[in-house]
């Protein structure tokens, strides 16, 4: 299945295979930091809803600054 | 309707959302086919022999490293402009991302150039200033991190980033006014007499396509990240005040 890359086979099979780790690595890792930010804002967020209005009104104003309004 | 509505981060959040299952599924699509279509199902060059394989890797990565620092110029722009956050936040986002295709087209470069030019490395004014621009990344996200406060931070990245535009400028045109080096013209180009020939230019079309929508969902991948975590810094500033 492989083609027959002759006497390049090192550099072009090193090249794939470096790119692909890195490719990889760089998914995984913006995957993996999304996860873990959802999760812990999560938690804040569920931490902080018995307190009331207030502090998710403050938080918004200030996320807020984050494109001048709303939600996020 | 207005592009501007996009810089309110819980519109950003809520179209991103939708999209980025769409464009994964896209650059899935474009990145594997062109790969495999580039590596399983063209022929040797007649003068590189099967090294040609290492352009569909190669090519894609330099120019969305590149491509990468002008998306960054672009929002840097708008932020020290309009003050929108989410644009400064974009562009933190694709930093690592520009940062990765940058060093990938490094090393799979220098693998390429040392069965074809006879040496890994060469002070060439495209390559030195493509390793300048990979330099200004780590620089750029070295300064974010450095900052405490985000909106000095984005100040000053913007600036960073304005003037790192020009290494990423000359490590795409150099070649065209630095009549010296061993970096050839460009591979495709719609105005050159001469490009790639078609067997290899459709693959290497695809395979740009599947990075610049890889780069395109990495970026609102890690923008939603960025977004949540200064979410989660205004909760938790909030939480320490109150007590």
Known sequence: MIPDLGKYAGAVLGSYAVSVALLVALVVVSLWQGARMKRALAEVEARGAPAGQTATRTATRTAGRIGGQGDV | ?243
């Not at chain 2, 974009?90 to 074809?116: C, E, H």
Request: glycine share 6%; net charge positive; aromatic share 14%.
């Open chain 2, 1 to 243: 309707m207005s592009i501007w509505e996009y810089a309110n981060p819980k519109k950003f959040m809520q179209t991103s959302e939708v999209l980025l299952p769409w464009v994964t599924g896209l650059a899935l699509v474009c990145l594997v086919g062109g790969l495999f279509w580039g590596f399983f199902l063209t022929p040797d060059d007649y003068k590189q022999g099967s090294t040609v394989k290492i352009i569909y890797l190669h090519v894609p990565a330099a120019i969305m490293g590149t491509s990468a620092w002008f998306m960054m110029l672009i929002t840097s722009l708008i932020w020290l402009i309009r003050r929108h956050h989410v644009s400064a936040l974009a562009a933190k986002a694709a930093a690592p991302i520009g940062l990765t295709f940058t060093v990938i087209g490094l090393i799979t470069g220098a693998i390429w150039g040392q069965p074809m030019w006879g040496t890994w490395w060469a002070w060439d004014p495209r390559l030195t200033a493509f390793l300048i621009l990979g330099l200004f990344y780590l620089g750029y996200i070295a300064l974010w991190a450095a900052v405490d406060d985000p909106d000095t931070a984005a100040d000053l990245t913007s600036v960073l980033c304005i003037v790192g535009s020009v290494f990423a400028f000359l490590s795409r045109y150099a070649v065209l006014f630095w009549n010296q080096g061993l970096h050839q013209g460009a591979s495709l180009s719609m105005d050159a007499k001469e490009n790639v020939s078609d067997v290899y230019a459709w693959p290497l079309w695809t395979c740009i396509l599947g990075f610049l929508l890889l780069f395109v969902t990495l970026v609102l991948l890690r923008t939603r990240t960025e977004i949540r975590s200064r979410r989660l810094q205004a909760l938790l500033a909030r939480e320490r005040s109150a007590a």
